[in-house]
């Protein structure tokens, strides 16, 4: 599991959910 630092959390705020979802399965597996 990757932590996600809080400037990535608050820019991700403003990325469609799509990217969202396959970001977090690429860093996830």
């Given at each position: ?17 799509d990217y ?10």
């Amino acid at each position: 599991p990757y932590e996600v630092p809080e400037i990535i959390s608050v820019a991700a705020d403003k990325i469609s959910p799509d990217y969202l979802a396959w970001l977090n399965k690429e860093l996830n597996g």
